[in-house]
């Protein structure tokens, strides 16, 4: 075959011919596309770009041809698995509460795992991603921190209110397994407990991070949390 009617393998074979003769290796055509994932794979690549992206530079100032890039992807994937941008933002909610959960519960076992460890970590996690700190909303608790931009829009609610579900369902079971550890102590409803110590804690959020705030006031507030979660539970020290 030589040669098709629009002359495009006689381009093709010209074009090799001379990167062979200027010494340069024609890419090969994956070489020059966007890498293909798995799709599990690609979602999560996704995810992971944006929640850095969105935290380090800001909702506004991210496009999603900057996550794309960020991820390794092609930017129609971004719609194919999350339809816009907003709806991307709304899943972040929950990858910030894996990511929060993950970090007060450590490698320990949830029953080993007392007030002071989970609150103390909670506050270091938040200590460690200050620039998701702007993104908290006046109701709402472990204000993920940063885009300030986000504030009061509709968009930004089913962030948080993904991440609440995630920590409150988190120290439910937290709850449940201190209260197991000791069958013969105070019982308590974990499922209204757990609303509240997010409510606290997230009230405690806000105050910790309060422009002027000084150290002995956040070292205050800590230690307030701790004493008041472990007091009113009952259910370990």
Same mark, same amino acid.
Request: charged share 30%.
């Given at each position: 075959?030589?040669v098709?009617?629009?002359g ?5 074979a010209?074009d ?21 994932y798995?799709p ?14 969105f ?5 506004d100032?991210?496009?999603t041809a900057?996550?794309a ?7 129609g ?7 816009s941008k907003?709806?991307?933002?709304a899943?972040?909610?929950?990858l910030?509460?894996?990511?929060l ?6 490698d320990?076992?949830?029953?080993d ?7 103390e ?5 938040h200590e ?5 700190e ?9 204000r993920p921190?940063g ?6 829009r ?17 120290t ?7 209260m @197991?550890?000791?069958?013969?102590g105070p019982? %308590?409803? #974990? +499922? =209204?407990a757990a609303?509240?110590?997010? /409510? &606290?804690?997230g009230?405690?959020?806000?105050a910790?991070?309060?422009?002027? @705030? ?5 070292r205050r %507030?800590? #230690? +307030? =949390?701790i004493?008041?979660?472990?007091? /009113? &539970?009952g259910?370990?020290?």
């Amino acid at each position: 075959m030589d040669v098709g009617k629009d002359g495009t393998l006689a381009t093709r074979a010209s074009d090799r011919a001379a990167a062979e003769r200027s010494g340069r290796r024609r890419p090969a055509r994956e070489e020059v596309r966007t890498r293909r994932y798995d799709p599990a794979d690609t979602r999560q690549r996704v995810l992971e770009a944006a929640y850095l992206l969105f935290g380090t530079r800001g909702y506004d100032a991210t496009g999603t041809a900057d996550i794309a890039r960020a991820a390794n992807v092609s930017e129609g994937s971004i719609f194919y698995h999350f339809g816009s941008k907003p709806a991307l933002l709304a899943e972040l909610g929950r990858l910030h509460g894996e990511k929060l959960v993950a970090a007060m519960q450590g490698d320990d076992a949830l029953a080993d795992v007392t007030f002071a460890t989970s609150i103390e970590r909670c506050f270091a996690f938040h200590e460690e991603n200050r620039a998701w700190e702007g993104m908290v909303e006046e109701k709402v608790q472990c204000r993920p921190a940063g885009a300030k931009a986000l504030h009061h829009r509709p968009e930004a609610e089913p962030f948080f209110l993904a991440a609440r579900q995630v920590v409150v369902e988190w120290t439910r079971r937290h709850l449940e397994a201190l209260m @197991a550890r000791r069958p013969d102590g105070p019982r %308590i409803d #974990a +499922e =209204v407990a757990a609303s509240f110590i997010f /409510a &606290v804690v997230g009230d405690a959020l806000q105050a910790y991070f309060r422009p002027g @705030a000084t150290d002995e006031e956040r070292r205050r %507030i800590r #230690a +307030e =949390v701790i004493r008041f979660c472990t007091a /009113a &539970v009952g259910a370990g020290a």
